[in-house]
């Protein structure tokens, strides 16, 4: 029954959900934009840093989008080149997917080969950014 009541939900209103997504990015985007989280004790520490010691592939993606918010792509790309770079990349996909719910374009379709690369960069950047050779790359 509640599947019915939100499936009718997205058929009356498509605009409903990119909408919410948009807000929650918004409020987040400003929460960060707000609150240094170089700060000790306003953000939770990364579990995998805590655990193992490691830098996951998002470690220092909070502090890169505080400077972007702030207009310090140096600094940005210095805490996560990956984060950086995958904002423009999850902006394009939210107006595609905004779009097709408006009911403009064809469904997505991901290619096997897409979803494999983007799984090898994320690897890669992780093992690269635990490296001597990566310490660049390192949060």
């Known amino acids: 029954m509640i599947a019915t009541a939100a499936a009718e939900v997205g058929v009356r209103r498509p605009w409903l959900a990119p909408a919410l997504v948009a807000a929650g990015a918004l409020g987040a985007g400003l929460y960060v934009a707000a609150v240094d989280p170089s700060e000790a004790a306003h953000y939770p520490t990364c579990p995998v840093r805590a655990l193992t010691g490691l830098a996951c592939p998002g470690c220092g993606s909070t502090r890169a989008m505080h400077a972007l918010a702030h207009l310090d792509l140096g600094a940005a790309v210095g805490f996560n080149v990956l984060a950086v770079v995958a904002l423009p990349v999850l902006a ?4 595609r997917w905004t779009a097709r719910r408006l009911g403009h374009g064809a469904p997505p379709r991901a ?15 992780t093992v690269l950014r635990n490296l001597p050779a990566g310490a660049f790359l390192s949060p």
């Open 92 to 95: 394009f996909m939210w107006f």
């Open 111 to 125: 290619a096997p080969r897409a979803i494999w690369i983007l799984a090898a960069v994320v690897v890669g950047f």
